[in-house]
């Protein structure tokens, strides 16, 4: 897969990397700071940062929060989700309500995804919760 980097798009993706969201914080020191699968933070890909980015399952999750349901929002998301999977990834859009009120339900199913683009995870440990 080539990647499309947008060199002027990675200072403001460090920032973003730096004031993640409540939802960001939870789910990257709750689960995916240390899955075997390597998740990074805030990857850049052509003129969108995504907030997390598993290279060997080619998977992008986004947590959403309320503007995203707008039509505004919902309209830019179906234009940033189709250039993503025209890189070849794939997209899991994640509420962010799910990641508050069920944890340990978004990490199963980031882990149905890795099984289901190729990737085995070895066992985990229980989820802990906020």
């Known amino acids: 897969m080539q990647k499309k980097h947008n060199s002027e798009l990675v200072q403001n993706a460090r920032a973003l990397r730096k004031e993640m969201t409540l939802e960001e914080r939870i789910l990257w020191y709750h689960y995916l700071r240390k899955h075997p699968a390597k998740f990074y933070r805030q990857r850049v890909f052509g003129n969108y940062i ?3 980015y598993c290279a060997k399952a080619k998977l ?3 947590l959403d ?3 995203h349901y707008e039509d505004r929002g919902l309209e830019y998301d179906a234009h940033r989700t189709a250039y993503l999977e ?4 794939c997209v899991l859009r994640v509420p962010n309500t799910e990641v508050k009120k069920n944890l ?6 980031i882990d149905a995804l890795l099984r289901q683009r190729g990737y085995t995870p070895p066992p985990a440990a229980p989820v802990p919760l906020p």
């Open 86 to 89: 025209s890189l070849g990834l």
């Open 65 to 67: 929060g309320s503007q």
């Open 50 to 52: 995504v907030d997390f």
């Open 60 to 62: 992008v999750v986004e």
């Open 104 to 109: 340990a339900g978004v990490c199963e199913g």
